[in-house]
């Protein structure tokens, strides 16, 4: 990818909420911070986005800055310039809009979180390169459902069922130009957050959401309807990797990644051991 093609990386890494159960588990400050492999999460994240030959610049949005030096290699980073830190808003979306106000209004977006312990740089690279050959606004990666249940029978992750198949979300998304006004939107969402319905019509649309209750919906109408609702663009990447649909939001998941990463460390070692005794 072109230097002027890649993409600018934003990061969101606040709590959602006070007392989050990975964090408290782990005995850190904040989940960003949570030891995943002996290695703090938010680090996982910002190795992955260094090592992307698609990533130019990364934002990171919070954690607050009370909270920074208990992690001393974040600190670092941030205070070398590999890492560009933001102050942290009260909700997701308006921390995003926040970070975005510091991007040059036609640099593209790439938007993570710091609890995707499992980013590696070939997911990122494969994404952003998905969504640069798209013609769209945004663009949202997928995976299928089928595939994380195959290779992680056990976790229950959290799937939109449609006509054409079960789908997981990655916590990956680009804006591309206009993109980022589903920011707007996403806040509009964010303030119906206790009324589901309500939400759910912000969404897609009443028509939409009834081909959805009997069971006729596909993805490529819902995101239609959503295209619709706000005047963006927006289409699926779907990812072959089924890992890319974790994150840690709890405890549970937390153990996953940890076994993951445990044996993946395992099989690496021991094709070290078959390499050399050949």
């Not at 709590?15 to 989940?31: F, L, Q």
Request: proline share 4%; with cysteine.
């Amino acid at each position: 990818m072109r230097q002027d093609d890649r993409y600018v990386a934003l990061v969101l890494a606040a709590d959602r909420t006070a007392n989050d159960p990975v964090a408290s588990k782990t005995g850190v400050a904040c989940k960003a911070f949570a030891p995943v492999g002996g290695k703090p999460m938010i680090i996982r994240v910002l190795d992955a986005l260094a090592a992307s030959s698609t990533i130019k610049t990364t934002l990171l949005c919070g954690p607050p800055k009370a909270l920074l030096p208990q992690c001393p290699e974040l600190m670092q980073r941030i205070e070398n310039g590999q890492v560009i830190w933001t102050e942290n808003q009260d909700s997701p979306s308006r921390s995003a809009e926040h970070s975005l106000k510091q991007v040059d209004a036609t640099a593209r977006i790439l938007l993570t979180t710091a609890d995707h312990a499992l980013l590696t740089s070939k997911i990122i690279d494969h994404f952003l390169l998905a969504s640069r050959a798209m013609d769209c606004d945004a663009t949202v990666g997928i995976v299928r459902h089928d595939m994380m249940l195959a290779a992680f029978p056990s976790s229950q992750r959290t799937v939109i069922r449609l006509r054409d198949g079960g789908f997981c979300g990655c916590n990956l998304f680009t804006f591309n130009h206009g993109g980022r006004e589903l920011v707007s939107f996403w806040q509009r969402a964010e303030a119906q957050r206790k009324h589901p319905w309500r939400l759910i019509s912000l969404a897609l649309g009443w028509k939409t959401v009834i081909r959805y209750l009997i069971g006729s919906l596909t993805l490529t109408q819902a995101l239609d309807a959503i295209s619709a609702q706000t005047g963006i663009r927006v289409r699926s990447v779907f990812l072959p990797f089924p890992h890319a649909g974790i994150d840690v939001d709890k405890v549970d998941d937390l153990l996953l990644v940890e076994s993951l990463l445990e044996k993946s460390a395992l099989d690496s070692k021991n094709a070290q051991a078959d390499t050399a005794n050949e």
